[in-house]
C-alpha cells in the first residue's frame, strides 16, 4: 500500500516509546474509512512528554510528501481528549460520531495541502 507504522525510539536511549504511522485496518464502521488511517500509540511512561507531538508531525509531513490520497482520518473516544488535543494540533478535525466495538467513536480527518 505503500504505507504502514514506525517505530518511535528514545535517541539518547534508544528506549521503545511506542508506534506511530498509517495503516489500512479495513476496521467493522459505518460509514467505512475510505482514507489511511493516522495512529500513534505510545508507551505509558512517555505519555505527556511531546513524544507524540513529535512523531505525528513527522509522520503526517511523510504522509504529505509520499502519500498518494491527500486525504488521511484517525479515530478516537471522545474521552481521551490528550489524544482530540493532539489530533487537532496536527491538523485533524471532527467529522462525525460514529459506534466502534460498541464505544463511541469519532471520527477525525485532515487534509495535506501538498501531496504527491
Given at each position: ?8 525510539e ?15 485496518f ?10 489511511p ?51 487537532e494540533?496536527?491538523g ?25
Open positions: 500500500m505503500g504505507f504502514g507504522y514506525w517505530r518511535v528514545e535517541k539518547s536511549t534508544q528506549r521503545f516509546v511506542g508506534d506511530v504511522g498509517f495503516a489500512d479495513k476496521r467493522d464502521m459505518i460509514p467505512a474509512l475510505e482514507s488511517e493516522m495512529g500513534c500509540a505510545l508507551a505509558y511512561p512517555f505519555h505527556g512528554q511531546s513524544y507524540g507531538y513529535e512523531a505525528v508531525k513527522a509522520v503526517t509531513a511523510w504522509g504529505d510528501a509520499y502519500l498518494k490520497e491527500k486525504k488521511t482520518c484517525c479515530i478516537i473516544r471522545p474521552e481521551n481528549l490528550p489524544s482530540l488535543r493532539l489530533a494540533k496536527c485533524y478535525q471532527q467529522q462525525h460520531l460514529t459506534s466502534y466495538k460498541g464505544h463511541e467513536t469519532l471520527v477525525l480527518s485532515r487534509i495535506s495541502l501538498f501531496g504527491v
